[in-house]
Structures are given as C-alpha cells and as structure tokens.
C-alpha cells in the first residue's frame, strides 16, 4: 500500500525517471518553499557536499563544481544535492537552499564504498573550495557516530580549511546504538 507507494515515488523521482512528484519528507516535515525564503534561498553560501559524484545538474539549476569520479548506478550524491539546492519550481524535489553554491567531492569507489582516508580528503577539498557548510550523508555500519570521525576532524588538513564550517551529519542509518558512539571525552 501506502509504503510501497512512498518507496517506489522516491524512487521515481531520486533517478529522475520522468515522473515529477513531490518528494514524501517535505510533508513529514511541514516543509514549504517559504522557509527558504525567509532564509533567502541561501544565497552567497557555499554547500559542500561529500557524497556520491555526478555529472550534469539534475534538479539543479546548474552543476555543482564537482571532485573525484563518478561511477554509473550511484546517486546519491545527485539526490542529497537535490534536496539541498533543488529549484523551487513546485515540481517534485525542491531544495532548502535553491540559490547556494554547491561543491561536490566523492570519495566513493566503484564499490560504492569508501575509506576514511578518501572522506577526510574530500571534506578538506570542499572546506578549501569555501564551504561554510559541509554535508556528510555517510557513516560507517554499525555506528550512530564512529570513531573513525575523530581521526577525520583532527586531521591537520581538515581542521585548517573547516575551521569556520558547520558540519551536517547522518546519524543511525542502520538503526545503530548510542553505545557504538565516538568517545571525544568529557568537555571541560
């Protein structure tokens, strides 16, 4: 029923296969396109983007200035780059930020997978592209928050071309327990 439609409809519209709907977690979360524009579309913010590569705008106004390979099959980088800076046109995905700059760095594979070396590289080539916000819809299985991170944020690359960076992280993908967390110590 309803679920199967849901998935199938995102589906559809994530690999723009020609059916332009409205993406279900716009109304799951009471989203409407004048948030956007009381944030003014996020114009003059760069996006940095660590994800999947692409090649062409999808429902993008324009492509993203774009790092590292892209591989057929994969995108969802093209998806998480819709949703962040999707045109508001009242057709299928529009993004929150429609007028941010987007910069895209894939440390992805073949595979679809990636190592911690490759992410932290990518997150320091969007922060050294002007990214004052970084989106990291990745993790490791397993984990809410993994230990990998700590190594990530600490790298000397990372620390001096995201100094000024708010990070946007996926949390518990798979369904993960606190208890597989990062431990960065008690603060004080």
Partial sequence: GAVFYQDYADFQLNT??????????????????LLSEIAGYGAGVTVGVVDQGFEGAGALSAAPEAYGPVHE???????????????LDGEGVMGVAPSADLVLSNPFGANAKAELEDVTASIAQVGAAGASIINLSLGEAGYTFSEGWVETFSDP?????TSDSLFIMASANDGAR???????????
């Fill in 16 to 33: 723009f296969l020609g059916i332009d709907i409205p993406d279900h977690w716009m109304g799951t979360v009471n989203w409407t396109p």
């Fill in 157 to 161: 690359d990372v620390v001096a071309n």
């Fill in 178 to 188: 606190p208890e597989n967390d990062a431990d960065f110590g008690q603060p004080g």
């Fill in 73 to 87: 099959g994969q995108t969802h980088g093209l998806e998480v780059s819709g949703v962040l800076a999707g045109a």
